[in-house]
């Protein structure tokens, strides 16, 4: 089974800051997907393919890595960015996510 | 628009049995792979499995293989998770969702597992 480890557990980041969220893999994948929750909603999903972004998510987001090394950036935070994000390898089975990154607002 | 509603959760008492459904519309159903996830209290997610476009195979984690069944009726659109025996450890939000890229999630279902 493949492990994903994401850091760090919990950020605050201020309007404006750059985050980057990481995510890696015990073994080499693919691609990468990552997720964004917020509250009690279901998952959405935000990047595929790596750094692929998913349809209506704003460009201030973005996803690259390769083997075992992944990220997610937000070159510019935003309020309505505060979430958990999950990243999620589909690889090999069992499919995996990694443990979920809490971002809040500074 | 694609819409996936899950139903059936609740309270169940540990050992017991109970089948979670998922319709699906929006999309043609029996062109997509479709799977379960669940989220803990705790917020850990868990892959459970999935299932062929045509319901002919079945993946499924290692350690939920035993007890976890996923089906399907196309005719219907609709998803199905059996789960058998629970136990206290299977209280979770439990989701359905379109493999392929996991784009889109129903809102959830919530079962608890407690006597």
């Known amino acids: 089974e493949i492990v994903l480890t994401q850091s760090p557990t919990t950020m605050a980041a201020s309007p404006g800051e750059k985050v980057t969220l990481t995510c890696l893999a015990s073994s080499s994948v693919n691609y990468m997907y990552w997720y964004q929750q917020k509250s009690s909603a279901s998952p959405k999903l935000l990047i595929y393919y790596t750094s692929i972004l998913a349809s209506g998510v704003p460009d201030r987001f973005s996803g690259s890595g390769s083997g075992t090394s992944y990220s997610l950036t937000i070159s510019s935070m935003e309020a309505e960015d505060a979430a958990i994000y999950y990243c999620?390898?589909?690889?090999?089975?069992?499919?995996?996510f990694g443990a979920g990154t809490k971002l809040e607002l500074k | 628009e694609v819409q996936l509603v899950e139903s059936g959760g609740g309270l169940v008492q540990p050992g017991a049995s109970l089948k979670l459904s998922c319709v699906a519309s929006?999309?043609?159903?029996?062109?997509?792979?479709m799977s379960w996830v669940r989220q803990t209290p705790g917020k850990t997610m868990e892959w459970i499995g999935d299932?062929?476009?045509?319901?002919?195979?079945?993946n499924y984690a290692p350690s939920l293989k035993n007890r976890f069944t996923i089906s399907r009726d196309n005719a219907k659109s609709t998803l199905y998770l059996q789960m058998s025996n629970v136990r206290s450890e299977d209280t979770a939000t439990y989701y359905c969702?379109?493999?392929?890229?996991?784009?889109?999630w129903g809102q959830g279902v919530m079962v608890t597992v407690s006597s």
């Open positions: 929006g999309f043609t159903f029996s062109d997509y792979w």
């Open positions: 969702t379109r493999v392929a890229l996991f784009d889109y």
């Open positions: 999620l390898q589909l690889t090999s089975t069992p499919y995996t």
């Open positions: 299932i062929k476009y045509d319901g002919s195979y079945t």
